[in-house]
């Protein structure tokens, strides 16, 4: 599956390659802060504040049409809920690499 | 149309003002709850689209709290993740009117607004509907004042607040002299623009705050919150002579009227309800026409009325 689904991105920019990627962006910024607190969230086993900012970062992945990223933070999500952080650090090691691989396509189709 | 968008998420919140915008809505963007609601007090967005979950004050919070607000109706649509059925009807309960699932499609979310806009629209024509009927009902359609009914609930109201906090209240009757001759000799046509003319003078020569009505046929009550005693006769006499002072154009010329007022000001203790003072108004109606009409009396040991001379 796509990183990032341009497609999806180009609707809900309405056409306007120029919106589109400052939502890109915007989205590229947002999720490295996410996971940097999820690091530190997961570290001090703080399930709560896991399930609310894995939350966030599912409904921002899919507003920009990142499946992937999605996917994993919709998991993590769950691990956070039901406060169980054990498996929780291979996710966050996934999304660290697929956000390099939206990074990677957002630049591809930026020029 | 005014949108408010509540979201934390600011990708999402930028997707959402942007697209808004496009379509030609104005929008306001909030990045949490409590900002939202304080915008939201100052009643300018008619429509709220709001994330469900937000830090602070969350989505239910925000609903729960405009519909305990009242006033002008705001259109609620919710942004919901994947929530099953209880928290769907717990936002129901909470006053949501309609709500999207995230990742929000942008051709249902045009949809949806239509359908809010739609309510919107029509709650804006109930309003302005009931607006005009309530004029309708309180308003005297020939004179343009009060009518005899809500002159007395003002009365009434009034009376009730100046006894509450202590302050004066007065009364003044008025009553157009000779107005049967002027319908019999001009004709009821010419009748209904005396009396409306009558009605325009009497009440320029009132206070702001004051009130008039059209108490019967052609008499007329004036109500005059935190007025004494020695105020009355002065306010009585300007609008004796506002309408000594007014012609009224009929064919082939004009004619003027004038009016006797009675007058009189409620102390701090003296009274059970309007009626009694407005009955007491009556009262110095009565002696003014008795003593020869165009003057004012005033109820009570008060400054003695003017004498003023009587046209034929």
Request: glycine content about 10%.
């Amino acid at each position: 599956m796509a990183p990032l689904d341009t497609g999806r991105l180009a609707e809900i920019a309405g056409g306007d390659a120029g919106f589109a990627r400052e939502l890109v962006d915007l989205f590229m910024e947002d999720a490295a802060a996410h996971l940097a607190t999820l690091t530190a969230a997961i570290g001090d086993g703080q399930a709560e504040r896991v399930r609310e900012v894995a939350h966030t970062l599912k409904g921002s992945a899919s507003n920009v049409g990142a499946e992937p990223m999605r996917g994993l933070a919709y998991a993590l999500e769950q691990q956070g809920r039901a406060g169980e952080l054990r498996e929780s650090a291979p996710l966050l090691v996934a999304l660290h690499e697929e956000l390099e691989r939206v990074r990677a396509v957002a630049e591809e189709s930026g020029r | 149309m005014k949108i408010l968008v509540a979201d934390d998420d600011r990708l999402s919140r930028r997707l959402l003002e942007h697209t808004l915008s496009q379509w030609g809505h104005e929008v306001v963007a909030c990045g949490d709850g409590e900002e939202a609601w304080l915008t939201c007090r100052q009643g300018t967005a008619r429509l709220v689209i709001s994330d469900w979950q937000m830090p602070g004050m969350d989505g239910l919070e925000l609903t729960r709290r405009l519909r305990a607000l009242g006033g002008t109706y705001t259109y609620v649509i919710l942004l919901t993740g994947e929530e099953g059925r209880e928290e769907f009807l717990t936002a129901m309960e909470a006053g949501i009117d309609d709500y999207l699932t995230k990742p929000v499609d942008l051709d249902e979310l045009r949809a949806r607004l239509a359908v809010g806009k739609r309510v919107l629209d029509l709650q804006e024509e109930l309003r302005c509907a009931l607006a005009v009927s309530e004029k309708l009902a309180t308003t005297d359609a020939l004179t343009g004042l009060l009518n005899r009914r809500t002159i007395l609930e003002r009365g009434d109201e009034a009376f009730a607040q100046a006894l509450r906090q202590g302050y004066p209240l007065s009364v003044i009757m008025a009553d157009i002299d000779y107005f049967k001759q002027v319908n019999d000799r001009h004709g009821h046509l010419v009748g209904d623009r005396v009396l409306a003319a009558v009605a325009g003078a009497l009440h320029g020569g009132l206070r702001r705050y004051d009130c008039l009505g059209r108490y019967g046929g052609e008499e007329f009550l004036a109500i005059l919150p935190g007025c004494a005693a020695v105020e009355v006769a002065a306010v009585a006499e300007r609008m004796r002579a506002a309408v000594a002072g007014r012609e009224v154009e009929v064919d082939g010329g004009s004619i003027r009227v004038t009016t006797s007022l009675g007058a009189v000001a409620s102390g701090p203790d003296d009274l059970p309800h309007i009626i009694n003072l407005i009955q007491l108004a009556d009262d110095a109606l009565y002696r003014a026409k008795a003593a020869g009409r165009n003057r004012v009396e005033c109820h009570g040991a008060y400054p003695p009325s003017q004498t003023v001379n009587v046209e034929p």
